[in-house]
T-cell receptor, first 113, second 108 residues
Framework: KAGVTQTPRYLIKTRGQQVTLSCSPI?????VSWYQQTPGQGLQFLFE???????NKGNFPGRFSGRQFSNSRSEMNVSTLELGDSALYLC????????????FGPGTRLTVL | QKEVEQNSGPLSVPEGAIASLNCTYS??????FFWYRQYSGKSPELIMF????GDKEDGRFTAQLNKASQYVSLLIRDSQPSDSATYLC????????FGKGTRLHILP
């Protein structure tokens, strides 16, 4: 079974731009969570989607948003990029909402210049 | 502010010895606790989770939970060089909160 895939793997943007990241969960997994990982703040929860609905949200500004499609694939969007948004963005999937065994994708490395 | 605290390390342990990783958490509402391993340049992978006070063993790994002390630990027996990685502790109530990780270095 294929693992969680994320595209693109690397991205360079400039301040003020917006970016969209994509995540395809493991086949049969219906819940997708997004995380931001930085050296200073560590791994931080952004949001979780299940059945095309955001079920949970971390403490990030409204510039960070996401959505989930009927095939469970998910996208996250960051608008008006700031230098501090440079990070590794990880997506993880679980079979069901709230399940504890989550599998992480390889991540998207975003650099904001 | 809900927090999970870990010593950043590095923790150096000789090969074959027991590595002990510790974590404290502030949210008494946390119900489940997790240990993830993250190799440099890779994404985290789940080692094990624990819900109940006491020990939970899986192969060379033992997780220990003490809810009264708000303390979680991970023991790695017979440490191998391949165990060298950053270990992330996490607690979950409605949301999962990760510690910043402990770097473990197994000395051959």
């Amino acid at each position: 079974k294929a693992g969680v895939t994320q595209t693109p793997r690397y991205l360079i943007k400039t301040r003020g731009q917006q970016v969209t990241l994509s995540c395809s969960p493991i086949s049969g997994h219906r819940s997708v969570s997004w995380y931001q990982q930085t050296p200073g703040q560590g791994l931080q929860f952004l949001f979780e989607y299940f059945s095309e609905t955001q079920r949970n949200k971390g403490n990030f500004p409204g510039r960070f948003s996401g959505r989930q499609f009927s095939n469970s694939r998910s996208e996250m969007n960051v608008s008006t990029l700031e230098l501090g948004d440079s990070a590794l963005y990880l997506c993880a999937s679980t079979q069901e909402y709230g399940a504890d065994t989550q599998y992480f994708g390889p991540g998207t490395r975003l650099t904001v210049l | 502010q809900k927090e999970v605290e870990q010593n950043s390390g590095p923790l150096s342990v000789p090969e074959g010895a027991i590595a002990s990783l510790n974590c404290t958490y502030s949210d008494r509402g946390s119900q489940s606790f997790f240990w993830y391993r993250q190799y440099s340049g890779k994404s985290p992978e789940l080692i094990m989770f624990i819900y109940s006070n006491g020990d939970k063993e899986d192969g060379r790994f033992t997780a220990q939970l003490n809810k009264a002390s708000q303390y979680v630990s991970l023991l790695i027996r017979d440490s191998q060089p391949s165990d060298s990685a950053t270990y992330l502790c996490a607690g979950k109530d409605d949301k999962i909160i990760f510690g910043k990780g402990t770097r473990l270095h197994i000395l051959p």
